[in-house]
């Protein structure tokens, strides 16, 4: 039995060595494809409307309404119906905004110069002075201006041809900084009648210094001559808590968080930093100047959780990745349906787009390793080879454990049967007499002599006329001794 199991292991062990070169492909490795797609542009805006009550001498009512930028960076879709992790300060700023309104419809209609800014200021007239002070929220009785906030967030995906006017969305969860996650819903339309393309998200953030990375986000708005950039990173030292992991080349030829810092400062704040070992977000770019930092991504999916809204992938998700696998192991021919299915799920799926003209172009060629074996198998396929080799390791495994237990299962090997004719007579046993055990040697150690035809006597009993055998010492009829 032990011999049987071994022999099922090592089957089994070799299936599983046959079938990896079939599965070695099913996350490409150290790129951004997974990624990209879900990347989106956020702008945010304050829309502030202020009424001034001026009763310094007839009453008046002054109607203002100022659009304010709050922040514009970089976000990311983690589901299909179109949520988006971005950082707190891009949607919601750090100074009230309403201070700001008051001061410049102040020093529009009461031609005064008051500082525009976010700070409380002191004028020299002290009616003035008092009718500005009661203008600040919050509001009181006395207040001379009303005021009225709103926050206008504007989302804009990554596609191809893009989209000038975007959707808008709300936040559902923010952050306690700057620096911190938040968490958006759309409230207009969300492209796509199956959803938008999501971004995987990793199980932890790699330990190890000098670990490299792509930082992938926007610059500007997106248009035709504006995509998404993608800059290469190396994480230093340190932990990836509140504070975020700082950036560092092993190499020490380039500066990355200034560098980066930079491109923080030009948009690429939020930008998901993903990792090169299976292309999934591993953080999100934070900081800015001289100081570009990484918070990790437990951080975003404890906002997530917050939030109520579970990272998710979808259907085109699904169809990208099928199609991407074959793509970046160069089976175009197989590569091109694929493609040509995400765009039809999703209109306009910017890297799907661009690998569908590369996959066109060279299927067929060269360069396609699917020409190499015909008959072409359909794109996602499961390889036959490791089923055929399979089956060939058991079937010899069973016939090896079938003579196994042939061999344990036979038993010693009988003697052989003397012929007929020298077979010994056992003697009859007379009335009343007992069976004696007769021990035997073996018979291939007996000699047999040869048989002699001779005429036997015949007897017969002198009482009654019986026929008596040769051992006979009574008739066996009237018990006449012989």
């Not at 207009?188 to 971004?199: E, I, K, L, Q, S």
């Not at 099928?322 to 192991?329: E, G, I, P, Y």
Request: aromatic fraction near 4%.
């Amino acid at each position: 039995m032990a011999r049987l199991t071994a022999l099922a292991g090592a089957a089994a062990m070799t299936v599983v060595v046959l079938g990896l070169p079939a599965l070695a492909h099913e996350h490409p490795s150290g790129i951004t494809d997974l990624v990209t797609p879900a990347v989106v542009r956020v702008e945010a805006t304050a829309h502030v409307e202020i009424t001034l009550l001026d009763h310094i001498g007839d009453l008046v009512h002054v109607e203002r309404a100022y659009d304010l930028p709050i922040g514009k960076g970089t976000g990311i879709v983690v589901n299909p119906e179109g949520a988006i992790v971005t950082l707190t300060g891009i949607v919601q700023s750090a100074d009230d905004v309403r201070v700001y309104a008051a001061n410049k419809v102040f020093s529009e209609h009461h031609k005064v110069k008051v500082p525009l800014d976010f700070k409380r200021h002191k004028l020299d007239d002290p009616q003035l002075d008092r009718h500005l002070r009661d203008c600040y929220p919050p509001k009181r009785p006395t207040a001379t201006c009303i005021i009225n906030a709103t926050t206008n967030i504007t989302i804009f995906p990554n596609i191809s041809p893009p989209d000038p006017k975007g959707f808008t969305a709300e936040v559902v969860k923010a952050g306690a900084g700057p620096d911190t996650p938040a968490v958006l819903v759309p409230t207009g339309r969300a492209d796509g009648g199956v959803g938008m393309p999501t971004a995987p998200l990793a199980d932890k953030v790699p330990d190890k210094a000098g670990s490299p990375t792509n930082v992938a986000g926007f610059l500007g708005r997106p248009a035709a001559k504006l995509q998404h950039t993608v800059e290469i990173a190396h994480l230093g030292q340190g932990g990836a808590g509140q504070g975020g992991r700082p950036f560092a080349d092993p190499d020490k030829k380039v500066d990355e968080p200034v560098k980066l810092g930079g491109l923080a400062d030009r948009g690429m704040v939020g930008a998901p930093v993903i990792g090169d070992k299976d292309g999934h977000v591993i953080g999100m770019l934070v900081g800015g100047g001289k100081d570009a930092r990484m918070i990790g991504v437990r951080e975003i999916t404890a906002a997530l959780t917050a939030a109520g809204v579970p990272p998710r992938r979808g259907v085109v998700d699904s169809a990208f990745e099928a199609a991407l696998t074959r793509f970046h192991t160069k089976y175009y021919t197989e590569s091109a349906p694929g493609f040509q299915r995400v765009m039809e799920l999703y209109p306009g799926h910017v890297v799907a787009g661009a690998h569908l003209k590369t996959s066109l172009a060279k299927r067929g060629t060269s360069e396609d390793a699917g020409t190499k074996k015909a008959p072409v198998r359909q794109a996602g396929a499961m390889p036959l080879w490791p089923f055929i080799a399979a089956a060939g390791v058991l079937f010899v495994g069973a016939l090896l454990g079938a003579f196994l237990l042939w061999r344990r299962g036979r038993g010693p090997t009988p003697a052989p049967r003397p012929p007929d004719g020298l077979a010994a007579v056992r003697p009859r046993l007379d009335e009343g007499s007992t069976e004696t055990v007769v021990v035997r040697r073996d018979q291939a150690l007996q000699q047999v002599p040869n048989p002699v035809l001779t005429a036997q006597e015949q007897r017969y009993c002198t009482g009654c006329g019986m026929r008596l055998g040769q051992g006979h010492r009574f008739c066996g009829y009237c018990g006449l001794p012989t």
